[in-house]
Nanobody
Framework: QVQLVESGGGLVQAGGSLLLSCAASGRSLRLENMGWYRQPPGKQRELVAAITFIGSTNYADSVKGRFTISRDNAKNTVYLQMNSLKPEDTAVYYC??????????WGQGTLVTVSS
């Protein structure tokens, strides 16, 4: 079974940047499409960025031009570079597979708090 561990969150001022990492263990995810999801306080989880197993990317309109998803298959890790952060980006961020019928077990996520 895959274990996903997200890290890199924290408190940052509006306009700042953070780099999130998602390290997977248990099996290789190199053939999986992967996504970064977020759950703002009191709201449902939403997809913010996705990357296919060959490296094609897609973004939610709300983060397009500010966030960049990438992957390092040798390290079994997916990244999310977040720039020009806004208070509305405040959420717990998770990674998981994308475009598959079932998710892997969710990790604990990493909290991103953007102050105005």
């Amino acid at each position: 079974q895959v274990q996903l561990v997200e890290s890199g969150g924290g408190l940052v001022q509006a306009g700042g940047s953070l780099l999130l990492s998602c390290a997977a263990s248990g099996r290789s995810l190199r053939l999986e499409n992967m996504g970064w999801y977020r759950q703002p306080p009191g709201k449902q989880r939403e997809l913010v960025a996705a990357i296919t197993f060959i490296g094609s990317t897609n973004y939610a309109d709300s983060v397009k031009g500010r966030f960049t998803i990438s992957r390092d298959n040798a390290k079994n890790t997916v990244y999310l570079q977040m720039n020009s952060l806004k208070p509305e980006d405040t959420a717990v961020y998770y990674c998981n597979v994308h475009s598959r019928r079932t998710f892997e077990p969710w990790g604990q996520g990493t909290l991103v708090t953007v102050s105005s």
